[in-house]
């Protein structure tokens, strides 16, 4: 059976997979499993995001939207590590991957945790997210809402060319928060997300 990335509880089988992250000066072995997006691998969208970003912020809480495995959060992690870095997911078997991961590389600077059991209140220094295009336009638009009120600084999304990354700027700043591209490469834009000004 085949389960969607975004599936709360995956019911395909385990069959876990490691391989080497190296993006910049960080160097990580990580695990990927079945039923969790990218298995074996760093897919080309987060590469582009991590290798083209801005430095992250030196203080505050970091965000990983849709974290997957945790190539984002750990490297977040691992490049400032004052900082938590919450790691966050639908996706059950996803979560455990990110803590297996954590715990394996010795960062202790990572929560993983579903939305839900984020603290109403809690802000963020900035949001970095390969977010969860193909769970559907109505889908992705409403995740986006929810938390990028919460981000202070600027979010980090990279999005692939195809499936809407222009078109996503642009409701973006409709709604109020006006989307920059920082860079296009392989086909996937790098769009840095201002916090908008009517935000709490």
């Not at 969790?36 to 965000?63: I, W, Y």
């Not at 803590?99 to 802000?123: F, L, Q, S, Y």
């Not at 970095?128 to 929810?146: D, F, T, V, Y």
């Given at each position: 059976?085949?389960d969607q990335?975004?599936?709360?509880q995956?019911?395909?089988?385990?069959?876990p997979?490691?391989?080497r992250?190296?993006?910049?000066?960080v160097?990580?072995d990580?695990t990927?499993d079945s039923?969790?997006?990218?298995?074996?691998?760093?897919?080309k969208?987060?590469r582009?995001?991590l290798?083209n970003?801005?430095?992250p912020?030196g203080?505050?809480?970091l965000l990983?939207l849709?974290?997957g495995?945790g190539?984002?959060?750990l490297?977040l992690?691992?490049?400032?590590?004052?900082s938590?870095?919450?790691a966050?997911?639908?996706?059950?078997?996803?979560l455990d991957l990110?803590r297996?991961?954590a715990?394996?590389a010795?960062?202790t600077?990572?929560?993983?945790c579903?939305?839900?059991?984020i603290?109403?209140?809690h802000?963020?220094?900035?949001m970095?997210?390969n977010?969860?295009?193909r769970?559907g336009?109505?889908?992705?638009h409403?995740?986006?809402?929810r938390?990028?009120?919460?981000?202070?600084?600027?979010?980090y999304l990279?999005?692939?060319?195809?499936?809407g990354?222009d078109s996503?700027?642009?409701?973006l700043?409709e709604?109020?928060?006006?989307?920059?591209?920082l860079?296009?490469?392989?086909?996937?834009?790098?769009?840095?997300v201002k916090r908008?000004e009517?935000a709490?």
């Amino acid at each position: 059976m085949t389960d969607q990335y975004f599936s709360e509880q995956p019911t395909s089988a385990s069959d876990p997979v490691s391989f080497r992250l190296e993006v910049g000066d960080v160097a990580l072995d990580l695990t990927t499993d079945s039923g969790v997006f990218s298995r074996g691998r760093l897919d080309k969208g987060t590469r582009v995001l991590l290798a083209n970003a801005p430095e992250p912020a030196g203080t505050g809480d970091l965000l990983d939207l849709g974290c997957g495995y945790g190539p984002i959060a750990l490297w977040l992690a691992v490049r400032r590590p004052s900082s938590t870095v919450w790691a966050v997911d639908v996706n059950d078997r996803a979560l455990d991957l990110v803590r297996a991961n954590a715990a394996a590389a010795k960062v202790t600077n990572v929560r993983a945790c579903r939305p839900d059991e984020i603290p109403a209140d809690h802000r963020f220094a900035e949001m970095w997210s390969n977010p969860p295009i193909r769970s559907g336009k109505a889908a992705l638009h409403e995740l986006l809402l929810r938390w990028l009120p919460r981000v202070d600084g600027s979010s980090y999304l990279v999005v692939s060319k195809n499936l809407g990354s222009d078109s996503l700027a642009r409701w973006l700043g409709e709604q109020g928060h006006p989307a920059t591209r920082l860079s296009s490469h392989a086909g996937f834009r790098v769009l840095a997300v201002k916090r908008s000004e009517s935000a709490a």
